[in-house]
């Protein structure tokens, strides 16, 4: 169906682009509907940064964020492509809208003459985020990432993405100690716990959170492929170092039973909740923003707004440090570890485009020329500082050619609720945007992103972080980890689309949702038999998602070489 109406419509656009694209004047005012593949929050209908895109564009918007199951939601949509929302997210299920065809073909827009703006952004990746469709063979981009294109050398002043994370204040305990392995990691926790089973406020601490719903279940499924040592690839363990790049899940493996083990003997002790397993994503962000939460394994984007309001009530010894646990050698006997693997901490990898996570423009929008001027016009540096830094002499300010913000500035720009009157975040987080350096002009050695401006990240840090990164000898949190690595040149194999082994892999899934908190909940007697009829149920669908993952993952090494 996708590549049917791809074709339809480039012939029904084709008169509209004899014409040069511009952004027109004094264009009709219209309101835009928008559905957002998380939850989130309505902006406030006094949000200043909504009114200046009203202002110069002419433009409303009507959000809907995702309230439920995603895939259950997006099917859903998907039943009637004449009435779909005009900008479409499609969050961790991009690939389902795109494939149901719901999506337009950017490309028929895009092009370095009428949106040098919108072509310059992608161009330098343009072999990672523009595709050959699989029919007509022609080019096609259905999403430009909304993150991942970034400008300049790769910044990391922090942990971004995934790790076992562990609050400060249980570190201080300890003595500010060095923590590499789950042993360490959960000993310490348990140590912690015994003198310490609540809060201030009588409130009992958990241990150690297991997020599962819904495509969040990677925090009860990725973390084996770190302890390996490989940064996200989704469900497979990929050999980078061997020329035809051996790709094999890693949930079947022998090498997955150590820390499934692990978790088992840590459920045993108490360390962490059965409830754990029926909590929802809002549930969760609760917990951790009431502090309570000692430890899990996450990305840190995915529990920002905790962080966020950690930080807003002043709770600094309750955020969180990200941690590279790998394995120890004693964890994996060697004839359980794939030939020639050596574990090595690389939770950190190179700057990467979020492939087909964005907003796309659905089928259905009766205005597509003017989201697209929209996006071009605000890829310029008036608006991409708007969005990231606000409105200047009022959000910010800048001394000597530096974007500096003062504490009470910064510290409102992680308030959730002054976020809902002066962000944009629910149309910014999906649309494309200028990250990394900002190369040229007057602010050139500046970051458009305040969190990374050394103004800010070192100099408006508090006195607890300060004290706190002073016991390790470091100067930013990301020195908790190994710097970066190359990124390989397939990208991260978790990008690649599953459509056409789906039922394989939604039994793939489904067995993993309801087996392995089974597992981990099990009593310690029937521990083994249990991981044993798991592995034995999940190895069909193992066998045929592997083989499809190397196929993709040679493709993807073949395109980016240009073989």
């Known amino acids: 169906m996708r590549k049917l109406l791809s074709v339809l419509l480039t012939l029904c656009l084709l008169g509209s682009l004899l014409v040069p694209f511009a952004v027109a004047e004094a264009q009709e005012p219209i309101t835009l509907t928008v559905f957002r593949g998380d939850p989130g929050d309505q902006p406030y209908e006094d949000n200043k940064i909504y009114k200046k895109i009203e202002e110069e ?10 309230a439920g199951d995603l895939n259950e939601t997006l099917g859903l949509k998907l039943q009637d492509l004449e009435d779909l929302p005009d900008l479409f997210d499609g969050g961790n299920s991009a690939e389902m809208i795109i494939d149901g065809g719901a999506l337009i073909n950017l490309l028929d827009y895009i092009n370095p003459e009428d949106t040098p703006n919108l072509w310059a952004h992608i161009e330098p990746q343009k072999n990672r985020v523009i595709t050959k469709d699989e029919i007509t063979g022609e080019d096609v981009m259905y999403i430009i990432p909304n993150y991942g294109l970034t400008d300049g050398p790769q910044i990391a002043n ?52 297991i997020l599962t719903e819904d495509w969040r279940r990677f925090c009860m499924i990725n973390p084996v492929q770190h302890l390996m ?26 090498y997955a039973k150590p820390y499934y083990k692990k978790l088992n003997e840590e459920f045993q002790k108490g360390i962490i909740s059965p409830d754990t397993f029926v909590m929802s994503f809002d549930q969760y962000i609760a917990q951790l923003s009431s502090g309570i939460v000692l430890g899990m394994f996450d990305q840190a984007w995915d529990f920002g707004d905790a962080t966020n309001a950690l930080l807003t009530d002043g709770k600094f010894e309750n955020t969180y440090v990200a941690l590279g646990l790998i394995y120890d050698e004693d964890d994996v006997p060697a004839e359980d570890m794939p030939e020639g693997w050596k574990i090595e901490e690389h939770y950190l990898n190179g700057s990467l485009p979020n492939l087909d996570r964005g907003f796309g423009i659905s089928v259905s ?36 050619g530096r974007l500096t913000m003062t504490a009470e500035q910064y510290a409102n720009t992680q308030d959730v609720e002054w976020q809902r009157h002066n962000k944009a975040r629910a149309f910014f987080e999906s649309s494309p945007k200028r990250q990394g350096w900002i190369l040229d002009g007057d602010l050139k050695g500046n ?39 190359e990124l390989a040149p397939y990208g991260e194999a978790w990008q690649i689309d599953k459509a056409p082994i789906d039922k394989d892999y ?29 592995v034995e149920a999940i190895n069909p669908s193992c066998e045929v998602y592997s083989n499809f993952m190397h196929e993709e993952v040679l493709k993807l090494v073949a395109a980016y070489y240009g073989e």
Not at 229 to 254: A, M, S, Y
Not at 375 to 394: K, S
């Open 447 to 485: 970051c458009w992103e305040p969190g990374n401006q050394d103004e800010i990240v070192f100099g408006l840090m508090n006195d607890y972080d300060k004290d706190f990164l002073g016991h390790y000898g470091y100067s930013k949190f990301a020195d908790f980890v190994n710097p970066p690595i």
């Open 57 to 66: 564009f002419g433009i409303k918007f009507e959000f809907e964020f995702l």
């Open 158 to 209: 922090s942990v971004g993405g995934p790790a076992f994370f562990i609050q400060k204040q249980v570190l201080a305990w300890g003595g500010y100690p060095e923590i590499h392995t789950l042993d360490e990691y959960f000993d310490l926790i348990e140590r912690f716990l015994a003198e310490n089973p609540t809060n201030a406020d009588g409130t009992p601490y958990v241990g150690f959170d």
């Open 365 to 400: 929008c009766k205005c597509p020329e003017r989201i697209i001027a929209m996006w071009e016009r605000m890829l310029d540096d008036d608006w991409q500082l708007l969005f990231n830094w606000g409105v200047e002499g009022e959000d910010y300010s800048i001394e000597n």
């Open 506 to 534: 939604q039994d793939f899934l489904n067995i993993q949702d309801t087996q392995l908190p089974a597992v981990i909940m099990a009593s310690p007697e029937e521990f083994d038999a249990k991981w044993d009829a798991f």
């Open 229 to 254: 040592g490989r940064p996200n690839d989704g469900e497979v363990l990929i050999d980078v170092n061997k020329e035809d790049f051996p790709t094999e899940t890693f949930i079947n493996q022998p």
